[in-house]
């Protein structure tokens, strides 16, 4: 007797979203990420890419780093009450 089942499709995540229109290229949130799952962008203009998106901690490295706050860190529901803006952590005067 032969059985058939179907596997259910599960969509990747998808921790980060590049705002291209901000992002300089710079590939610092590359550089930064601690497990390397961002890929440098080919070229000046192009946003990194996102290698391994079921890899990311969620930690918000990158976020921190961007001197574009070209990133959107979607976190998972679980994470959002712990999670902070960059803006809580500074002082006033910084961003000046
Ligand atoms: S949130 Fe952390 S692990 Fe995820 S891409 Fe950014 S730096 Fe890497
Ligand atoms: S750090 Fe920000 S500006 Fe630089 S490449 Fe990454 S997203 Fe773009």
Redesign the pocket.
């Known amino acids: 007797m032969s059985r058939s089942f179907t596997l259910r499709h599960v969509e990747p995540s998808k921790?980060?979203t590049f705002d291209p229109k901000k992002c300089i290229g710079c590939n610092r949130?590359v550089n930064?990420?601690?497990?390397d799952?961002?890929l440098p962008s080919a070229s000046n203009g192009e946003t990194p890419v996102?290698a391994y998106p079921d890899?990311?901690?969620?930690?918000?490295?990158?976020?921190m780093e961007c001197p574009a706050e070209a990133?959107i860190?979607g976190h998972p529901l679980m994470n959002q009450v712990r999670w902070v803006e960059k803006k809580s952590l500074m002082k006033e005067g910084d961003l000046k």
């Open positions: 921790p980060i949130c930064v990420c601690p497990i799952i961002l996102v890899e990311c901690w969620y930690c918000g490295c990158c976020v990133i860190l």
